[in-house]
Every structure is written in C-alpha cells, then in structure tokens.
C-alpha cells in the first residue's frame, strides 16, 4: 500500500531470513506463491494504492516481480507474509523505506499491523540506520491507521506517480525513528 523502500541488508540475509509473528510467517517469496501474488494485485481495489505495480496484474508481472526481487541489490528485504503457507501480503524494505500489500480477503484481521511491527522491529534489531520511511495514499485509511499504530509519524502531504491509476496521487510521507 506504500511504495516499497531499506538500505545496507545484504542478499544472502534477505533469501535465509525468516520471522515468525504470533500468526504469520514472513518468508522469502517463492515461485510457489505467484498465484496468490497474481489474485491479491489483479484487484484494484488494493493495487489502486500501490506506486509500482502495474493494473491489471497477472501471471508475468508476478514473475518479473520474483525476478526482480531475486537479482535485488543489497538494499532489499522483501518478504512474504504468509498465513497458514499462503501468501496474503508482500512486505519490503528498501532504501530505508517500508511497502507492503495485503490482499483484499485479509483486510481487517490486524495482519498488516502484525507484519509492520515485526519488519520494523527486525529493521531496527539489525541495521543502525536511525529512521524508516513510509507513505500512504490520501484516504487510504487502513495503512494509515497501520504505520501510525507502529509508530510513525505523519511529516508532509505530497504526490506520487502510481502505476495503477496511470497518473500523480496525493500521499502523505511518514517516518519512524529509532526508539531510544
């Protein structure tokens, strides 16, 4: 729902690690998962709020995505968070600036809450940078309910070009500094 953005993870951290939440799994995405990559962005509904992924979404933007995030330089932590071994939601870190997704059927169920408080936990327990990133879109109400109950703080209104919706969009960018 934010654009995806962390910086100084190294590749081989980001194809072994793995978190485990009282409910998810946050795992490397997998070849396995393009289905459920392609069914959750193939909904404008979630992709609407998206600055990089393309509507309408299918199979082979799912395989570029895996492509891309394979070949990443080392300033990447993607994530899929998984429930029960299904992918429901992408998180990302890169360039010091947090992403994610969540598929529609799992909206209000506090899993993008969840997967923002550990990648955020686990950002922090493992790079000194001192701040994150983050921005939503303009009444996207529920990300930005999620990155305000994480911790970040609202700075300025600005715009973003958004794949999906083919033109500029409001946002509001945020930050999150490290505690103490």
């Known amino acids: 729902?934010?654009?995806?953005?962390?910086?100084?993870f190294f590749l081989s951290h980001t194809m072994t690690t793995t978190i485990a939440t009282r409910r998810l799994l946050l795992r490397p995405p997998e070849d396995r998962d393009i289905p459920d990559i392609v069914s959750g962005l193939n909904?404008?509904?979630?992709?609407?709020?998206?600055?990089?992924?393309?509507?309408?979404?299918?199979?082979d933007d799912a395989r570029e995505f895996l492509k891309l995030t394979r070949?990443?330089?080392?300033?990447?932590?993607?994530?899929?968070?998984?429930?029960?071994?299904?992918l429901i939601r992408v998180i990302s870190i890169?360039?010091?600036?947090?992403?994610?997704?969540?598929?529609?059927?799992?909206?209000r169920k506090g899993?993008?809450?969840?997967?923002?408080r550990a990648m955020t936990d686990h950002h922090f327990m493992t790079?000194?940078?001192?701040?994150l990133a983050a921005n939503y879109g303009i009444g996207n109400t529920a990300s930005?309910?999620?990155?305000?109950?994480?911790?970040?703080?609202e700075i300025s209104p600005g715009r973003?070009?958004?794949?999906?919706?083919?033109?500029e969009v409001d946002v509001m960018f945020m930050t999150l500094n490290r505690a103490g």
């Open 1 to 8: 729902e934010v654009a995806n953005h962390l910086s100084v």
């Open 43 to 59: 909904n404008f509904a979630v992709s609407q709020w998206t600055a990089s992924i393309p509507f309408p979404y299918g199979d």
């Open 71 to 86: 070949e990443a330089e080392s300033n990447l932590l993607r994530f899929a968070i998984t429930l029960d071994d299904r």
């Open 94 to 107: 890169e360039d010091l600036e947090i992403g994610y997704w969540l598929a529609e059927l799992q909206w």
């Open 111 to 116: 899993y993008g809450r969840e997967a923002a």
């Open 127 to 131: 790079l000194d940078g001192p701040s």
């Open 144 to 153: 930005r309910r999620i990155l305000l109950d994480v911790g970040f703080v």
């Open 160 to 167: 973003e070009f958004s794949r999906a919706n083919n033109a």
